[in-house]
Nanobody
Framework: VQLQASGGGLVQAGGSLRLSCSASGLSFSRLSVGWFRQAPGKEYEFVATISWSDDSTFFSNSAKDRFTISRDNAKNTVYLQMNSLNPKDTAVYFC???????????????WGQGTQVTVSS
């Protein structure tokens, strides 16, 4: 079972990135997928999650209105579209999966390796 996060990079403030989370060895069709981020020296911070049952989404206050999360079960991939990025969004972004979703990182069973997002001012 492996999750692979990709799509990070260096972007200027105000720019956009789309992160992808693909899975091998398991199907996303029965799993909720969340995105978390971790800045240096800080704990995991919830960003967004999408439910497997009805594709409902939930965002942190900092991500709401700027980020969208979507899934393509046929491709076994979840996307995080990030717009209007600012330097505070700089972090390593991780995708994770579990049956129940939610914003608590410790409830997620499967994790990807993380992708670095750096936003320059």
């Amino acid at each position: 079972v492996q999750l692979q996060a990709s799509g990070g990079g260096l972007v200027q403030a105000g720019g956009s990135l789309r992160l992808s989370c693909s899975a091998s060895g398991l199907s996303f069709s029965r799993l909720s997928v969340g995105w978390f981020r971790q800045a240096p020296g800080k704990e995991y911070e919830f960003v967004a999650t999408i439910s497997w049952s009805d594709d409902s989404t939930f965002f942190s206050n900092s991500a709401k209105d700027r980020f969208t999360i979507s899934r393509d079960n046929a491709k076994n991939t979840v996307y995080l579209q990030m717009n209007s990025l600012n330097p505070k969004d700089t972090a390593v972004y991780f995708c994770a999966a579990n049956p129940g979703g939610g914003s608590d990182w410790w409830t997620y069973t499967y994790w990807g390796q993380g992708t670095q997002v750096t936003v320059s001012s």
